[in-house]
Each structure stands twice: as C-alpha cells, then as structure tokens.
C-alpha cells in the first residue's frame, strides 16, 4: 500500500480524525514523532505524501534559533517534497514551517490569538485547485493559534483568507498545501486543548463554552474536510491528474 509520511510535532496535535480520512482515501500511514526522538529521514524516498502537524511552538525563536532541534531538517524535507512535487499537506504549524522553509515569515500576531469555531473565506484562486475547489465559499475550520503568516513565500498561491489572519491557506507548487487552521480534531483533541489554556486565558473565554462550541462544529467540519482529505489521497496515489487544475472533477469522498 502507498504511503504518507506523518510528522508529529507535539504529542497535543496527532493526526486524528484526519488520519481516519487519509487511510479511508487509501494511504498507509508512518508517524514518526520527533518530539519523542524518533529521527526524520533524509529525504521522502518510499513516501508518496508528507503531512505535518500542529504544535503550540513557533517555527523560530526570537533569537533567530530554530523553535524545536528537528526544525532544520523538517525544513529540509518540506523544501525536497516541494521541489520534487510530492504531495504535501500542512496543518497550523505545519503550514507555518512549509512558509519559513520557503522564505517566507511568521511572527506573533498582532491581531491576537485566534481559537475555537470559526470560517474562513475561499480566494478566486481557489476555483481551480485541485483541493479547494469543492470547498464551500465560506467553510467551517477550528482555529488555535497565536501566531500568524505574515508574508507568504514567493510565488505562493492564497487560496483562503479570514479579516483578521489573510493567509489561512495557500499553495506552493501544484502539490503542496498549508492550512493555518485546523481540521484533524476531534472533541476529546479541543478538551486536552481548552485544559489550562494560556490562549483561552488571555482572551477571557471561558474553556467549556468553546469546547461545546467546537463539539457542535464537528460533524460540519467533516462535512467539509473529510472529502478535502480524500483528494488529497486521491493525488498522492496518482488518481487526480496534472490536468486537475483545469477541468472539473468527481466529488470524491461522501
């Protein structure tokens, strides 16, 4: 069976209900957990996709320093996936090293931190990506972050913005995308989550209110994201063609 390569940045963040998605679509999954001192491979040889996920560090540290020790490297296999077009999918973090690993910047928002249920907006760009294009107009997303991309990388297509946090999705190349949001959690994720959070703190929210604000979200989310996932198998195993950008496509997934 064809395999996807899953990086978990943070023991919080695993793969989750997106993980459920992705063998549905027909990939084997290989988690490596670098946090808990599992090695990255040099290069994505055997893997026909990359995922990375979340976690609550930034990509780097005011000083300039990498924000976890396998920072560099993972940078390193997000610009090979990028360049020899494997297909590549970033969740909150995730999407943020796939920036910095690019050239582009991520900063603490000014805006603040952005958590729990929320929308994002489609770009016109997205009507003809391959993965967005039967995303609805304004899709439904669970947001954690307090840190944003603040400049994309170049040549870098946005394909979702929000009015506080522009760049909530885009794509690099033809085969690899970053979602500042999230789409992986379950409710039992956004508990662990709401549990002491600082964000939640320094918001003033109270933590049962979005935790049951998020649990009512969550059938909508799979609504929206499991076919999204299911596509993004579908490229991985060679079922979605380059001429995907250009001519419709069957809804895969429900």
């Known amino acids: 069976m064809a395999t996807a390569l899953v990086i978990e940045n943070d ?21 490596l957990r670098p946090h808990a001192g599992d090695e990255l491979p040099a290069d994505l040889d055997g893997y026909v996709a990359l995922v990375v996920l979340g976690g609550p560090h930034l990509p780097y540290l005011p000083d300039g320093s990498p924000g976890a020790p396998w920072f560099q490297k993972l940078e390193g296999l997000l610009r090979k996936a990028v360049r020899h077009r494997v297909p ?42 391959p993965l967005f294009r039967y995303v609805p107009l304004i899709p439904d997303v669970f947001q954690w972050h307090a840190d944003e991309i603040t400049e994309l990388p170049h040549g870098a297509t946005l394909l979702a913005a929000s009015t506080r946090y522009p760049h909530q999705a885009f794509r690099l190349g033809d085969r690899a995308w970053g979602l500042q949001f999230h789409i992986e959690c379950d409710t039992a994720m956004i ?31 799979e609504e929206v994201w499991q076919p999204f996932a299911i596509r993004f198998a ?21």
Do not use: N
Not at 94 to 104: I, N
Not at 239 to 248: N, P, Q
């Open 11 to 31: 023991p919080t963040d695993d793969i989750r209900r997106l993980g459920d998605w992705l063998v549905e679509g027909g990939l084997e999954l290989r988690v």
């Open 88 to 129: 590549t999918l970033g969740i909150c973090l995730g999407a943020q090293l796939l920036a910095t690993s690019h050239a582009g910047l991520v900063e603490r928002s000014t805006s603040g931190p952005e958590v729990g249920p929320a929308v994002v907006g489609k770009r016109d760009a997205a009507d003809s990506d």
């Open 191 to 221: 508990v662990d989550w709401a549990t002491d959070s600082r964000l939640l703190a320094e918001l003033g929210y109270d933590p049962e209110l979005v935790v049951d604000a998020c649990a009512r979200l969550m059938a909508d989310v």
């Open 234 to 254: 579908a490229l991985a195993l060679g079922e979605l063609g380059d001429d995907s950008f250009r001519r419709d496509l069957p809804l895969l997934g429900h």
